[in-house]
Each structure stands twice: as structure tokens, then as C-alpha cells.
T-cell receptor
Framework: GQQLNQSPQSMFIQEGEDVSMNCTSSSIFNTWLWYKQDPGEGPVLLIALYKAGELTSNGRLTAQFGITRKDSFLNISASIPSDVGIYFCAGQGRNTDKLIFGTGTRLQVFP | KAGVTQTPRYLIKTRGQQVTLSCSPISGHRSVSWYQQTPGQGLQFLFEYFSETQRNKGNFPGRFSGRQFSNSRSEMNVSTLELGDSALYLC?????????????FGQGTRLTVV
């Protein structure tokens, strides 16, 4: 199936560090969503973006809808152990209701 | 407000059997989408139902089917199970599934085929 390119695939960082991850697509999207998934659980919605250039924050998380509409970024500041998990981006394009998911970024935070 | 509820949480079946999974969306949500998640393939879209009709379909064989009831609850059925069907099956509900609508996931059903 179709997927977005998400990078990096995995990250191992120290508690307190900032984290950045991104998603890119070959096609234009109208919506970008960012999810976090804990082991054995379903993804939980973190941030939703609807306009090119939009920058939205949710606590220590900040996400941006790229100007080209083909990419999005998620930043986590001052990471803590409970940030551990897999982060997925998802995009929704023109003329479709279907969400396309990124391949995920696995985040590990060491104390 | 209750979230998306999937039952059962865990299931073990043998090859050749069939299985039915259930998803109750958030109250008021009319769109339900199903995804298969495996370590190697990530989240793969199966299908989406809206108002009891299948509106979108992914690239899965006909062994995978679904339906939606008038109360928006949805079921997914897999017939003639294969070992490769072992996965976490997730459903997501949204208000109407149209552009710019957020999708909320259930906890998933972990299916193991032996």
C-alpha cells in the first residue's frame, strides 16, 4: 500500500534532549496528522494540521505543515521517558477520504 | 465521552478458520476505517465505511470484508485465515471521514494465526 516517507526510522536520545522528525510525500496533502503509539495500543492523535505553513503546539510538541504541502515536521522539546513510543505521521490528500500513514519513527529516551 | 472500542483485544485462530472483529466508534461518529498493522508493513488501510456503505477500499484480497450497522458499529471479517494475517487490527472513527476530519483509534485487536 501507499505510504509516506518518514525519517528517521529510529532515535535513541537522552532525557532532556530535543527531537525532530519529518514526513515527506510525492503528492500534495490537505491535512497532516501526527500520532503516538505505545506498545500494544492504538495510535493516539497528538496534533492535526490543516493549512500550509501552519505551526501548532501541544505542550512540548510542535508540528508544522510544510509550505509545499508535501511535508510535515514534528518537534518534541525537553524529552522525558514517557515520550518513548512510535510516532506516525498521516496525510489526507485531495479528492480522497483515506489517510495515508508514514512508516513510523521509533523513539527511545534514556534517563 | 467513550472512545473507540474494539473487541476482542486478543484472538488466537488456526489456519483456515474465519474471524470477526468488532469496532464501536465514538458516539456521533459515522465513519469507521480499518487498518492492519504488522512490524514489516506498518499501517495498511483495509477499508472505510460510512452510513453502512463501503466508501473506500485498500489493496487487500477478498478474504477481508466488512460491514457497518445503522448505529455506526462496524465489523471486519477475515475468512480462510493464513499465517500472514497475524497482525494488530485497528479501527479508527471520525465524524464523517471527509477532508480535514481527525481520526481516533481504538486499542486494536491482536490476531494470532497458528
Amino acid at each position: 500500500g501507499q505510504q509516506l516517507n518518514q525519517s528517521p526510522q529510529s532515535m535513541f536520545i537522552q532525557e532532556g534532549e530535543d527531537v525532530s522528525m519529518n514526513c515527506t510525500s510525492s503528492s500534495i496533502f490537505n491535512t497532516w496528522l501526527w500520532y503516538k503509539q505505545d506498545p500494544g495500543e492504538g495510535p493516539v492523535l497528538l496534533i492535526a494540521l490543516y493549512k500550509a505553513g501552519e505551526l501548532t503546539s501541544n505542550g512540548r510538541l510542535t508540528a508544522q505543515f510544510g509550505i509545499t504541502r508535501k511535508d510535515s515536521f514534528l518537534n518534541i522539546s525537553a524529552s522525558i521517558p514517557s515520550d518513548v513510543g512510535i510516532y506516525f505521521c498521516a496525510g489526507q490528500g485531495r479528492n480522497t477520504d483515506k489517510l495515508i500513514f508514514g512508516t513510523g519513527t521509533r523513539l527511545q529516551v534514556f534517563p | 465521552k467513550a472512545g473507540v472500542t474494539q473487541t476482542p483485544r486478543y484472538l488466537i485462530k488456526t489456519r483456515g478458520q474465519q474471524v470477526t472483529l468488532s469496532c464501536s466508534p465514538i458516539s456521533g461518529h459515522r465513519s469507521v476505517s480499518w487498518y492492519q498493522q504488522t512490524p514489516g508493513q506498518g499501517l495498511q488501510f483495509l477499508f472505510e465505511y460510512f452510513s453502512e456503505t463501503q466508501r473506500n477500499k485498500g489493496n487487500f484480497p477478498g478474504r477481508f470484508s466488512g460491514r457497518q450497522f445503522s448505529n455506526s458499529r462496524s465489523e471486519m471479517n477475515v475468512s480462510t485465515l493464513e499465517l500472514g494475517d497475524s497482525a494488530l487490527y485497528l479501527c479508527a472513527s471520525s465524524l464523517d471521514g471527509l477532508l480535514n476530519t481527525e481520526a481516533f483509534f481504538g486499542q486494536g485487536t491482536r490476531l494470532t494465526v497458528v
